[in-house]
C-alpha cells in the first residue's frame, strides 16, 4: 500500500482533513489540495494512483480537472465527492470514466470501498453490467442512476420477459431483480435461469417482504432478499460482493 498515493482535492478544509487521515489510517500515502490548480502544480499528479476530487470549486471545477487530465493523456482513476448532485454532472463524469459519483456525506466504508476496487481495477466500469428488473418505473429510474453513480454499467428492463429477450443476459455480471411483477416474478425468472444453467448473482428487493420468499430465494443461491427502502451502503455493499462471486470468489453475503 505504502506506494500508492491517494490526492484529495477539496476546497473544503474540514472535509479535507477528515478525507486525508481516513485514507492514511488504512496505511496509503494522502495528500490534500484545496483546488485543482495546486494538485497540478505540486509535483505529485505522476504519483498519484487515485484521485478524489470534489465537482464545485472554485477556479477550475472537479469536471474540468478530468478533461484537462484526460487531454494530458492522464488515466488516472477518478472518484468525485460532491454535496451537489445533479443528473447531468453525474453523466459527464462517468461517461468520461469516473470510477464512481458520491453524494456527500459519503461513509468511510463507502469510500475506502470504492478507493480499493478503483485500485484492484475491479470496479468494472466497463466490463461489469448490473441489469435491474422492476415493473415499479420509478424503483428502476433511481436505483439505475444509484448504480451508475458507483461507476457500474447498468441496464433496467419493467419484466422478467423484457430481460430475457434483451441481449444483456450473458453481459450480465449481477441481476437485482423484484419479487412480485406480473408476468413472470423474481422466483420464477430465478428458477427459469438456474434451470438454463446461468449462474448470476442475484440480489432479490420487494415490498412485500415474506418468510416463505426469503427462504426459497436464498435456498436457491440468491446472493441478498433486500426489503424496499434500502440504504444506498448497503446495496454497494451487496454489488460489490456479488461481481466478486461471479469472478469466482464467494463472500457470506446472504443479507436477509
Known amino acids: 500500500m505504502s506506494k500508492n498515493l491517494i490526492s484529495v482535492v477539496d476546497d473544503d478544509a474540514s472535509v479535507l482533513r477528515t478525507?486525508?487521515?481516513?485514507?492514511?489510517?488504512?496505511?496509503?500515502?494522502?495528500?490534500?489540495?484545496?483546488?485543482?490548480?495546486?494538485?497540478?502544480?505540486?509535483?505529485?499528479?505522476?504519483?498519484?494512483?487515485?484521485?478524489?476530487?470534489?465537482?464545485?470549486?472554485?477556479g477550475m471545477s472537479g469536471l474540468q480537472l478530468q478533461n484537462?487530465?484526460?487531454?494530458?493523456?492522464?488515466?488516472?482513476?477518478?472518484?468525485?465527492?460532491?454535496?451537489?448532485d445533479d443528473t447531468v454532472s453525474r453523466q459527464r463524469a462517468l461517461q468520461a470514466g469516473a470510477v464512481a459519483f458520491l453524494g456527500k456525506p459519503l461513509t468511510d466504508e463507502m469510500l475506502l470501498e470504492t478507493i480499493h476496487s478503483a485500485l484492484r481495477g475491479q470496479l468494472g466500469v466497463k466490463k461489469n453490467l448490473i441489469s435491474l428488473v422492476d415493473d415499479d418505473e420509478s424503483i428502476r429510474?433511481?436505483?439505475?442512476?444509484?448504480?451508475?453513480?458507483?461507476?457500474?454499467?447498468?441496464?433496467?428492463?419493467?419484466?422478467?420477459?423484457s430481460f430475457l429477450k434483451s441481449g444483456h443476459l450473458h453481459e450480465t455480471s449481477c441481476l437485482i431483480v423484484d419479487v412480485q411483477m406480473p408476468g413472470m416474478n423474481g422466483l420464477q425468472l430465478q428458477s427459469h435461469l438456474a434451470a438454463a444453467g446461468y449462474k448470476i448473482p442475484i440480489i432479490f428487493i420487494t415490498a412485500h417482504d415474506n418468510?416463505?420468499?426469503?427462504?426459497?430465494?436464498?435456498?436457491?443461491?440468491?446472493?441478498?432478499?433486500l426489503g424496499k427502502p434500502f440504504s444506498d451502503e448497503l446495496l454497494l455493499q451487496i454489488i460489490r460482493a456479488a461481481t466478486l462471486s461471479d469472478q469466482g470468489i464467494h463472500p457470506d453475503v446472504h443479507i436477509k
Do not use: N, W
Open 141 to 161: 429510474r433511481t436505483t439505475t442512476l444509484l448504480i451508475e453513480s458507483f461507476g457500474f454499467r447498468a441496464t433496467a428492463f419493467e419484466s422478467a420477459q
Open 19 to 58: 478525507t486525508t487521515l481516513l485514507i492514511q489510517s488504512l496505511g496509503f500515502r494522502a495528500a490534500g489540495f484545496q483546488s485543482a490548480e495546486l494538485f497540478l502544480k505540486s509535483g505529485q499528479l505522476h504519483e498519484t494512483s487515485c484521485l478524489i476530487v470534489d465537482v464545485r470549486m472554485p
Open 211 to 225: 418468510k416463505e420468499s426469503r427462504q426459497q430465494a436464498l435456498q436457491a443461491g440468491a446472493v441478498a432478499f
Open 68 to 84: 484537462h487530465l484526460a487531454g494530458l493523456g492522464c488515466k488516472i482513476p477518478i472518484i468525485f465527492i460532491t454535496a451537489y
